[in-house]
């Protein structure tokens, strides 16, 4: 039976585990193809992190933009104003402001929901693609707790992936 190298994990992930769950883990990696699927699901998962932080970055120039332009557009208008319109036109300049800044934030935070509920489906995405494969530990899940048990063991698989390809064989 394949053993695993004890000190790649960490004690109290360890003792998460059973000696089964360990035993059918090394049993999935054995033949090299668990390592391939989670390292197609990282660069996946890097890719769409990529894109929705230029996402992000877009909007936020735009509303430096719209803020910019109303500021000029303020500008000439105080400019050209007659003093006895100057209240008035202050007045609406500042529902102006905070009309684009309320927009600002609504904006921001539908981006904000939207990069949270496509990073949650890459999570989920990433969960059946690993059950699938037949890695013990992963099906879908929301639990805090599980979620935890299944990144240590990404993380346990990364580690095994890297002793492998330096030392060329991963069990002793």
Do not use: W
């Not at 998460?16 to 668990?34: K, M, Q």
């Not at 990282?42 to 509303?63: P, V």
């Not at 509920?117 to 879908?140: R, S």
């Amino acid at each position: 039976m394949p053993s695993f190298c004890p000190s790649l994990l960490f004690s109290s992930f360890q003792q998460r585990l059973s000696y089964t769950t360990l035993s059918d883990l090394a049993l999935a990696l054995i033949d090299g193809t668990v390592f391939e699927i989670v390292h197609g699901l990282l660069e996946i998962q890097h890719l769409t992190e990529r894109n929705l932080y230029n996402q992000r970055q877009k909007l936020h120039s735009e509303h430096r933009g719209l803020k910019q332009e109303l500021v000029r557009k303020h500008k000439e208008a105080l400019q050209s104003c007659k003093s006895h319109n100057l209240a008035v036109l202050r007045g609406n300049q500042q529902v102006e402001i905070e009309s684009l800044e309320q927009r600002i934030k609504d904006e921001q935070r539908m981006m904000d929901e939207k990069i949270v509920v496509e990073m949650d489906q890459k999570v989920v995405d990433q969960q059946t693609t690993l059950e699938k494969a037949g890695v013990p530990g992963f099906y879908i899940t929301t639990n805090p707790q599980e979620l935890t048990l299944q990144m240590n063991l990404l993380e346990l698989i990364l580690k095994l992936q890297q002793k492998e390809s330096q030392s060329g064989s991963l069990f002793s």
